[in-house]
């Protein structure tokens, strides 16, 4: 109930216009959050770096209404690319085609987001395809599809969610390229006519999916993380969730896939020991590096996902 309290509040017009003017909110939300600015970004990616970590920035925003909203969003993440580049950063870029003017125009966010992929590639760098809600699955798979076969792009993955119950014949298509994933368990909410509702029924679709994943990356010689920080392994399984990422590295030891085939990814501000373990360790890990002005959403998702940041923002705004 808590969560479905948050997602609905994460789209309310009226709690975004009250939130936003509150000090305290944005003191909480700047644990998820580095910043309204690229700059702010860029520094937590540096800092990442310094400590064995890669990064994927992500300016944040979403559902823009105009073809003029969506080509200011397309410019912000061209953008990010060209500061990538100059700074010399192990990171690379994740966008949501709702930015970039998948409501406003198919054929428009078609030819913004071409226009992302190929500045990318003239810096040899990769996009992720964030997946958003349900609505949006059919339009975002076909837009991969055609950017991946239909005009040669081999830079760009995509996010699949493991609370869909479409997502295991998704996945198994995909993996016919294959095409870099990256796997999350969801953040929407969504009817149990699509989705499942219960936790352990995701768990295990995570597992099932992550297996999938694993094996297919082995299977097609175990592609690495590049050297430079930017391109990611096949598999990059996002998850805080440690029964989940004990299961792939026990199964990835299990095939024999190589550490540096396999990445995890995990948000900024959470899981910071489990990072750094995991790097310690060897695996490649990627923090998402979220910044902007447009927070308020992303930090109401952040605490539909988890109690335990709710109460994190409700003890700040108690404390002087």
């Not at 559902?63 to 690319?81: F, N």
């Not at 076969?149 to 998704?170: C, K, P, W």
Request: include cysteine; charged fraction near 25%.
């Amino acid at each position: 109930m808590l969560r479905a309290l948050f997602i609905y509040l994460s789209k309310a017009a009226w709690a975004r216009r009250v939130v936003t003017h509150w000090r305290i909110a944005w003191q909480a939300a700047s644990r998820f959050v580095a910043g309204e600015k690229l700059e702010d970004g860029l520094s937590v990616v540096k800092k990442l770096n310094a400590n064995g970590i890669q990064a994927t920035l992500d300016q944040l925003g979403e559902h823009t209404t105009t073809a003029e909203d969506a080509e200011k969003a397309t410019q912000g993440i061209l953008q990010i690319l060209d500061a990538i580049e100059a700074e010399n950063v192990r990171s690379n870029v994740s966008i949501k085609l709702t930015q970039i003017g998948l409501k406003v125009d198919l054929n428009l966010c078609s030819d913004n987001l071409a226009r992302i992929l190929e500045h990318a590639k003239q810096r040899n760098n990769f996009i992720r395809i964030d997946m958003e809600d349900a609505t949006c699955v059919d339009d975002t798979l076909a837009l991969f599809y055609e950017m991946r076969n239909g005009r040669g792009f081999h830079n760009v993955g995509l996010v699949i969610q493991s609370y869909l119950y479409r997502t295991v014949e998704d996945v198994n298509k995909l993996m016919q390229i294959p095409a870099r994933i990256r796997l999350c368990k969801g953040a929407y909410k969504e009817s149990p006519h699509i989705a499942y509702p219960k936790k352990r029924d995701v768990d295990a679709n995570y597992d099932r999916v992550a297996q999938i994943l694993l094996e297919r990356a082995f299977e097609v010689g175990s592609p690495e993380l590049s050297e430079d920080g930017r391109v990611p392994p096949i598999p990059a399984l996002a998850t805080h969730d440690e029964k989940r990422i004990r299961f792939a590295l026990e199964y990835a030891k299990q095939i024999g896939l190589p550490k540096k085939a396999l990445e995890f990814q995990m948000l900024y501000g959470i899981r910071r020991d489990l990072q750094a373990s995991l790097a310690e360790q060897g695996y490649p890990v990627r923090v998402y590096v979220p910044f902007g002005s447009e927070w308020y959403p992303y930090f109401t998702r952040r605490l539909a996902e988890r109690p335990a940041n709710v109460w994190f923002f409700i003890s700040n705004y108690f404390k002087k």
